[in-house]
């Protein structure tokens, strides 16, 4: 596919945002799309606000002149713009205006055969994958879009297809003229970041809860530019009864902006909650074993493995999506906190409760220069307990490598 026709085919995707703006509620052709047989006339939309007629698996285009009998159109393939210059042509009796089911083909004396390969079910499934985009919010991916409908597709449809990459190319752009979604920055300097970027809102739209989560920008002049969000309904929960702060702090760089080198994430530890570990003070940890807090900062990493596949592509985000996904996890957590203000707590495994009792006991025993053999070797009966192979042997990998030999 030449880049001209490769722009041309974006350019018609890109404009169905501005037909379904325009015309919000389905058309009779519309709805007829997904369904007709494909001997029968059905139809899809065109970026002008008409339709493409789709007759025996092909697509054609509206082709009249000014010279057309009453009711009578002129349709020609599709293809006819592309490296194979298919000439095949169709006549309709009837409005077109009133849609495709009160149109009917006018036999011709000797049809053209086509010169191209069927083309009528990519419409329609590129059809199907941009009104999915629209269904869904702003923070979904594309490529959810693109497998809800080519899963479902049968193998000759699939062929139809462009390249997947292709096909992501033309949903990106879809997506973000319909959403009003900015351009990719090409530096993290010379541009403000917009108000839907900048407040995490959660409800309807009649009653929408919205606070601001932009803590700070250092200023888009600024060559070292550094931009902090934060979630609002968190404040009141960094510190526990004892107004002591239990932070776990972590880096990544492997899904930070695109022009930016590093993405840092602060989370704070909610009492008798699980998988939240704070940063520890010291490496000694017996007051925070014996106060039931987290010894380690794993749960952050955790966050952060968990963090990086919420972003499809391999290559860095470009910083609006990156936002996208920020103020989703925001709502989350907002949802979370609502539900454990209830009352609600996640049940903890008996192997991490067993632990914390263990290491409380053992953190409890007394010990001095005569008790410290005995103190160590208590120590290490139970660290090695608290391996899974230890405290479980059934899961034991060499015990499951013996039982698969024989």
């Given at each position: 596919m030449s880049q001209e026709n490769l722009n041309r085919g974006s350019d018609n995707i890109i404009e169905l945002a501005e037909f379904y703006d325009a015309?919000?509620?389905?058309?009779v052709a519309e709805e007829r799309a997904a369904s007709a047989p494909e001997n029968e006339l059905s139809s899809v939309p065109?970026?002008?606000?008409?339709?493409?007629?789709?007759?025996?698996?092909?697509?054609?285009t509206r082709n009249d002149t000014s010279h057309n009998p009453a009711n009578t159109h002129y349709w020609r393939c599709t293809a006819f713009t592309s490296s194979c210059k298919c000439r095949t042509r169709l006549t309709t009796l009837g409005d077109f205006r009133l849609g495709v089911d009160h149109l009917t083909v006018k036999k011709r004396g000797k049809p053209v055969p086509h010169s191209c390969s069927p083309s009528a079910k990519k419409k329609?499934?590129?059809?199907?994958?941009?009104?999915?985009?629209m269904d869904s919010p702003r923070e979904s991916k594309i490529m959810d879009a693109y497998w809800k409908v080519a899963k479902e597709a049968r193998e000759e449809d699939l062929l139809q297809l462009p390249r997947q990459e292709t096909?992501?190319?033309?949903?990106?752009?879809?997506k973000k003229l319909h959403f009003g979604i900015p351009g990719a920055p090409k530096h993290r300097t010379?541009?403000?970041?917009?108000?839907e970027y900048r407040f995490v809102t959660f409800g309807d739209s009649a009653e929408a809860e919205s606070q601001n989560a932009l803590l700070w920008d250092s200023g888009i002049d600024d060559g070292h530019r550094i931009i902090c969000y934060y979630n609002p309904w968190v404040l009141d929960?960094?510190?526990?009864?004892?107004?002591?702060?239990?932070?776990?702090?972590?880096g990544t760089y492997k899904v930070c902006p695109r022009n930016w080198v590093q993405q840092y994430t602060v989370r704070t530890y909610l009492q008798d909650g699980e998988g939240v570990l704070a940063t520890p003070e010291r490496w000694n940890m017996r007051e925070r074993a014996l106060a039931g807090f987290p010894r380690t900062?794993?749960?952050?990493?955790?966050?952060?493995h968990k963090w990086n596949t919420l972003f499809a592509a391999a290559v860095p985000p470009i910083?609006?999506?990156?936002?996208?996904?920020?103020?989703?996890?925001?709502?989350?957590?907002?949802?979370?906190?609502?539900?454990?203000?209830?009352?609600?707590?996640?049940?903890?495994?008996?192997?991490?409760?067993?632990?914390?009792?263990?290491?409380?006991?053992?953190?409890n025993r007394g010990v001095d220069e005569a008790t410290l053999p005995e103190w160590l070797q208590r120590a290490r009966k139970i660290t090695r307990k608290l391996t899974k192979n230890g405290a479980y042997p059934e899961h034991s990998r060499r015990r499951r490598t013996q039982e698969a030999n024989t």
């Open positions: 015309n919000p509620m389905p058309s065109t970026a002008k606000g008409g339709y493409y007629l789709l007759y025996h698996g092909y697509s054609f329609q499934m590129l059809f199907e994958m941009c009104k999915t985009i096909t992501y190319q033309w949903l990106r752009r879809f010379g541009f403000e970041i917009p108000d929960h960094v510190y526990d009864n004892p107004r002591r702060a239990h932070l776990a702090m972590d900062n794993n749960s952050q990493e955790g966050f952060h910083i609006w999506t990156w936002i996208d996904v920020v103020l989703e996890n925001m709502r989350e957590v907002r949802t979370d906190l609502v539900l454990r203000n209830r009352g609600d707590r996640r049940r903890r495994r008996a192997y991490d409760q067993m632990k914390d009792v263990q290491l409380k006991a053992l953190c």
